[in-house]
């Protein structure tokens, strides 16, 4: 298949940094993984409330239930590196196996892992999944340079090839229409896969230096992403390709990573290269950074947060053992 590159010089837009106006803090709670420097990363909750986990240094699958405290691990290969963990919308589980190149669906029944392996050799690091709940799962495969889709029901998998080289696709998310975009953390761009024809196109920010990391789409329909080598906020318009930026907080140390936009379409993101990490909410409408929490076990580097709208809470897992809830304001 033909896949066409599509490149936009972008107007950049500087925004200036913003006082912090008091209050309006999140509530952060932590809870310490039973399994010590196993490195517990990118929750998920279901529709039993149970948060799935996955042990990226311990090679496990777990969930923890926050209402009783317990936690289930599910044991993996070793050396599988699982990089994230989705439930999709017929509570089936499914993880990243990152360093043994395939996404596999569990069964918390037996704790069987049913694989599907990268059809190309080269795609040897499927990294984060997410569900488009038709049915298919689509992913980013960092080291191979490639975005993924996984249709469910039959199991082919379908790769499309980043041009750019050294790209190293990161964050991804579905807009309204369940299109994906994906960070592409190598370069100082963002892209876009069409689900019918499978064609990427790449959006170019202004700043050479970019480094996108983590990404979101507001109900607008703009695109978010925290620049994670220049301590930025951005917001891409997909339609016009301008981009506006705002320095976070931290500024060019802080490191932003984890990223999540909740139903006001608040921007959410930790600031990861302060020491306790920090939980920043940014407020598009007024252009105003509204709330900057700590992470009390100090987080190490936060690096995935999910929003889980039901409750208007955050979760996200710590390199400091934990996983965390930060209840909103």
Known sequence: ???????????????????????????????????????????????????????????????????????????????TGPHNVIVDKQNQVWIAGNRKAYIGKLDPTTGDIKKYEMPDAAARDPHTLIDDGQGNIWFTVQGGNFVGRLKTDSGKVDLIQVPTEHARPYGIVLDSSLQPWICLFGTNKITTVNPDSLELTEFVLPNAEARPRRIGVTSDGMVWYVDYARGFVGRLDPRSGQVQEWTTPGGESSRPYAMAIDRQDRIWFVESGPSPNRLVGFEPETQEFFAVSEIPSGGGTVRHMVYHEPVNELWFGTDTNTIGRAELP
């Open 1 to 79: 298949m033909v896949r066409l590159l599509v490149s936009f010089t972008l107007l950049s837009l500087s925004g200036a940094a913003f006082m912090l106006p008091a209050g309006g803090k999140a509530t952060i709670q932590e809870w310490t993984v039973p399994w010590d420097g196993t490195r517990p990363r990118d929750p998920f909750v279901d529709a039993q409330n149970r948060v799935w986990f996955v042990g990226q240094r311990g090679d496990y699958v777990a969930f923890f239930t926050p209402a009783t405290g317990e936690f289930k691990r599910y044991e993996l290969e070793p050396g």
